[in-house]
């Protein structure tokens, strides 16, 4: 099992920055990749980009790319989500996720932290 923590989130103007820390633990040693995803009230949950735990590639999807960075700890086990030139659409609930395997879904998820942008 994978134990999943998500912090920092918080409201900001648009704009402005916010950095996300995703804090795991437990059977860590067997993650492959890490996720960021989000969900607005009355959407459904969107991909943010995501971290291969021992390569450190990362892929972003469109609607971020160029405003977020997705990196990690290997020392503390977290992975960060930095979020700048925020805007109102990025607000939503925030989740973390892991998968021990490079084909399936994600197993682990974290209970999100919320983003809130205002304009």
């Known amino acids: 099992q994978v134990q999943l923590v998500e912090s920092g989130g918080g409201l900001v103007q648009a704009g402005g920055s916010l950095r996300l820390t995703c804090a795991a633990s437990?059977?860590?040693?067997?993650?492959?990749?890490m996720g960021w995803f989000r969900q607005a009230p009355g959407k459904e949950r969107e991909f943010v980009g995501s971290?291969?735990?021992?390569?450190?590639?990362?892929v972003y999807a469109d609607s971020v790319k160029g405003r977020f960075t997705i990196s990690r700890d290997n020392a503390k086990i977290r992975v960060y989500l930095q979020m700048g030139s925020l805007k109102p659409e990025d607000t939503a609930s925030y989740y973390c996720?892991?998968?021990?395997?490079?084909?399936?879904?994600?197993?682990?998820w974290g209970q999100g932290t919320q983003v809130t942008v205002s304009s």
């Open positions: 437990g059977r860590t040693s067997s993650t492959y990749r």
């Open positions: 971290i291969i735990w021992s390569a450190g590639s990362t």
């Open positions: 996720a892991a998968t021990t395997s490079p084909i399936s879904g994600y197993e682990y």
